[in-house]
Nanobody, 123 residues
Framework: VQLVESGGVLVQAVGSLRLFCAASGRTFNSYTMAWILRQASGMAREFVA?????????YYAYSVNGRFTISRDHTKNTVSLQMNSLKPEDTAVYYC????????????????WGQGTEVTVSS
C-alpha cells in the first residue's frame, strides 16, 4: 500500500483548503481510510476523520466536526479532506492512513501511512 498526500500550504484563518491522498497498491474496498494530524514534532498524533471505503461512512473528531469533510473517489483512488473555517490550532502535519477492516477512531490500528503534508494556518 502506498499513500501520497498533497495540498498542504500556508493559509489564513477562516480560509479553506483541500488535502488529497492518492492510494495505490491494492483494492481498498475492505479498508478504512483516515486523516491523522501531528501538531509538532514529538507530539502525539491525533485522529481527525475517517471514511469506510466500501460504504462511505464517515467519522470525525469533535474538534473538526462541521468544519472538515472527508470523502473518497473510487475512480481515482483518492481520499480528500475539505477543511473549512480553518483556525490557527489546525496547524499541523496531516497524514493519510489506512487500515484493513473496521474503523478506528483513534490513531491505533492504522498500518499504512503517507509521508504527511504540512498545513499552516496564520491568524
Amino acid at each position: 500500500v502506498q499513500l501520497v498526500e498533497s495540498g498542504g500550504v500556508l493559509v489564513q484563518a477562516v480560509g479553506s483548503l483541500r488535502l488529497f491522498c492518492a492510494a495505490s497498491g491494492r483494492t481498498f474496498n475492505s479498508y478504512t481510510m483516515a486523516w491523522i494530524l501531528r501538531q509538532a514534532s514529538g507530539m502525539a498524533r491525533e485522529f481527525v476523520a475517517a471514511i469506510r471505503w466500501n460504504d462511505g461512512s464517515t467519522y470525525y473528531a469533535y474538534s473538526v466536526n462541521g468544519r472538515f469533510t472527508i470523502s473518497r473517489d473510487h475512480t481515482k483512488n483518492t481520499v480528500s479532506l475539505q477543511m473549512n473555517s480553518l483556525k490557527p490550532e489546525d496547524t499541523a502535519v496531516y497524514y493519510c492512513a489506512a487500515k484493513w477492516g473496521g474503523t478506528s477512531l483513534n490513531t491505533h490500528g492504522y498500518g499504512y501511512w503517507g509521508q504527511g503534508t504540512e498545513v499552516t494556518v496564520s491568524s
